[in-house]
């Protein structure tokens, strides 16, 4: 028989071990284990976990995984304000702040570090363990994304050595590979979803998301630049920074001391060469002055501080010829332009093509066909064009006339309010707006109809088989089998995967319908909140504001989309095929809210407004939208609006928090919501920095 003590003593070894080769594959990049033996520790970490719960630990080496559990940001207030570099492209600005440093101090001694190009992190740790983790936010308030950043594998939960102080804050950079964003693009390609422009934006994208098993799965990397804390070990930047190396974190290797203006532009000049084959992407070079105390005395302005600078390298432009330009239609009739050129090579690919965005910037920038351009590849995934050589221009150039006419079908265009792009409103007759619904639809996030892609799809439209959404359901293996490229069995999958997408939950139904700006998460509140179809379809603007992430533009836009006939008649025939439109009933979990009428208000830690509300359901009670007489109590988190604050007061209406809430229903687990090992650490601001 194993004791207790036993079993403890095994799952402390493995989560040990578990570190150790973590930060000999993420840190070192040096495995000592074949990814198999690595998996099956992991398997056994699991398993031990799931059975022994009283052995949790928030930091073990298991939550890289991350959690389906859909989570809100808590706002975070920096104990001092995460700053921005001042900037400069010029080696005469660079060294000029040098030549400054060293007059006002006498310190020649500067630290050159790459300038990564991702998303700045503050995290903090106390007893060696991770506190948490906020993103920069606007400099003074930031997310915490503590439970997204524990799925990034370089980040040490737990650091190694002796020498770190009790509490400390280390800032850095969250950054995406360019191996993790090619492959994250090709699987939204694959998904016909959108694509993330840069690496940047997908880091910031991907640690703002609300599912941490999705931020782990995008493999997101780290560096850290810079440390603070009381009782740091050493008195300059450098020796710190080798020192927090040695506690785990991934530290760049390229940091180096120079002296002087002369080994600084060095180590630029050797860097914008050299950067083009790092692994991730780099905009510059940070300078920093190494020692502590001239920092101290060199201080701050209001934006940066005075003892660092950032170089920047310049994007790599080139000058062709603007051709002609081409007209997109996309799936809600959107109008994007997009310039065709005389191929030229940049950054060492052939560029053809370049976006244009709309006609304000082609306007402002006063673009013309036959014009030579600059087009630039900032990390964008098709190249912009930023300036005219007007020099160039051809005598007797035009202004270029936008179109007011739709290329595809002919409508003529319309613009609406507060937008910059032109629309095509003829959505039921618009060939790219239809096949562009259709796709939308069988995403997988959406229903899912994985044996048909945007090939097939427009096959069978091309071939007079589906016409919207709801055709697809009246298809039958014998139409199709004939088709090119078919047969019967690709006919068979396609029925069969059809088929079984009338399963899929309501949720994912109304996101399929493509109503303009009812994204993934707006359809889960909706479907939430309204319950079933007709609820949404009978709902007003005010009503339909009542659910989270729905404003007035998002309510116009779903009352637009259920007013027209068309999309009433989808939705009656999908309705027949028996597609889900209702959210599925679930059983009461008890009657202790019998009868209570609740508001919930804020932003919460351990659950979503929209879970909380689904636990009042479960538990008998009735949730409210605004505090009336009726109201028996509010569930207040962070910010709850003050307007509703005042009027509890008023009223004399109690106030719980989310962990009085929780007291009061017993935590149970929410259905179709997989819950992690409960865990979160509270806002806990001390007195360090
Ligand atoms: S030091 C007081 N070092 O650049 C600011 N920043 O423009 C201290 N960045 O917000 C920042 N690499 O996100 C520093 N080696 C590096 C950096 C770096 C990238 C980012 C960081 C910062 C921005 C400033």
């Known amino acids: 028989m194993v004791s207790k003590e036993q079993i403890k003593e095994q799952i402390e070894g493995l989560r040990a071990e578990l570190n150790y080769h973590n930060h000999k ?59 921005s570099l001042s900037n400069t492209y010029s080696i005469e600005e660079l060294t000029a702040f040098i030549e400054r440093v060293e007059r006002e101090s006498g310190v020649t001694e500067f630290v050159c570090e790459l300038k990564f190009d991702g998303t700045a992190i503050s995290l903090t740790y ?19 994304v503590t439970n997204n950043v524990k799925t990034i594998r370089s980040v040490p939960l737990t650091l190694s050595g002796n020498d770190y102080p009790e509490l400390f804050e280390i800032r850095g950079e969250i950054f995406m590979p360019y191996a993790s964003f090619d492959r994250l693009n090709y699987e939204r390609e694959i998904a016909g979803e959108s694509l993330f422009a840069n690496p940047r934006n997908a880091a910031a994208g991907t640690l703002k998301q609300q599912q941490s098993s999705v931020v782990a799965k995008r493999g997101l990397d780290s560096t850290l ?31 180096t001391l120079c002296h002087g203006v002369a080994q600084v532009v060095e180590y630029i000049n050797y860097w914008d060469e050299a950067r083009k084959s790092l692994p991730f992407p780099t905009d510059g070079v940070v300078v920093k002055v190494n020692d502590f105390q001239t920092q101290h005395q060199l201080g701050f302005t209001a934006k940066s501080p005075r003892w660092a600078v950032a170089y920047k390298f310049k994007a790599e432009s080139a000058l062709t010829r603007l051709e002609s330009v081409d007209f997109q239609v996309g799936r809600t009739g959107a109008i994007t332009p997009v310039a065709n050129l005389e191929p030229v ?54 202004p270029f006339q936008y179109i007011t006419h739709c290329p595809e079908c002919g409508t003529e265009l319309v613009r609406y309010e507060g937008e910059a792009k032109h629309y095509c409103p003829n ?89 303009r700006f009812v994204g993934e998460t707006t359809a889960k509140y909706l479907a939430s909140h309204f319950k079933s179809i007709d609820a949404v379809m009978a709902a007003d603007s005010n009503a339909l504001m009542e659910s989270d992430e729905v404003g007035e533009k998002i309510a116009q836009s779903i009352l637009d989309y259920f007013a027209d006939p068309v999309n009433q008649g989808i939705i009656e025939r999908l309705r027949a095929a028996g597609l889900q439109f209702e959210s599925q009933q679930v059983e009461k979990y008890s009657s202790v809210l019998e009868g209570k009428n609740i508001v919930v208000s804020g932003k919460f830690v351990f659950h979503t407004r ?15 939208s605004g505090v009336t007489s009726t109201t028996d109590f509010i569930v207040a988190g962070q910010n709850m609006g003050p307007a509703k604050l005042q009027k509890a007061e008023k009223l004399g209406v109690k106030i719980l928090s989310e962990e009085q809430f929780v007291a009061l229903v017993g935590e149970s687990t929410l259905p179709q919501i997989e819950q992690e090992a409960e865990y979160g650490e509270q806002v806990v601001q001390t007195s360090l920095f």
């Open 345 to 398: 090579q940049l950054a060492g690919t052939t560029v053809k093509r370049a976006s244009l965005h709309n006609a304000e910037q082609i306007a402002a920038l006063d673009i013309r066909i036959g014009d030579m351009v600059y087009v630039e590849k900032g990390g964008e995934i098709i190249p912009k064009i930023t300036a005219v050589e007007l020099s160039e221009r051809n005598e007797g150039s035009l």
């Open 427 to 515: 959505q039921s007759g618009c060939r790219p707006q239809i096949l562009g619904r259709i796709i939308h639809f069988i995403r997988r996030k959406a229903l899912n109809i994985d044996g048909l892609g945007a090939e097939t799809v427009e096959l069978l439209f091309e071939n007079g088989l589906i016409g919207d959404i709801a055709d697809l359901y009246t298809l039958k293996a014998t139409d199709i089998a004939h088709l090119p490229r078919l047969g019967e069995k690709s006919a068979d999958n396609i029925i069969s995967s059809i088929a079984s997408s009338k399963s899929v939950e309501f949720a994912r139904v109304l996101f399929g319908l493509g109503i």
């Open 610 to 624: 929209e879970e909380l509300k689904t636990l009042i359901e479960l538990h008998g009670g009735k949730n409210q």
């Open 25 to 83: 594959y993420y840190v070192e990049n040096s495995p000592e284990i074949s990814d198999y033996d690595f998996d099956m520790k992991m398997r056994q970490l699991l398993d031990l976990e799931a059975e022994y719960p009283e052995f949790a630990d928030p930091l073990s080496p298991s939550v890289r995984v991350g959690s389906d559990r859909t989570s809100e940001f808590v706002a975070v207030k920096h104990r001092y304000p995460m700053l």
């Open 126 to 144: 106390e007893h060696g363990r991770l506190l948490r983790a906020v993103t920069r936010g606007d400099g003074t308030m930031g997310d915490d």
């Open 225 to 255: 630049y810079q440390i603070a804390g009381d009782k740091l070990p050493y008195k300059n930047h450098v020796e710190n920074l080798n020192a927090a190396r040695s506690w785990g974190f991934n530290v760049s290797p390229y940091m």
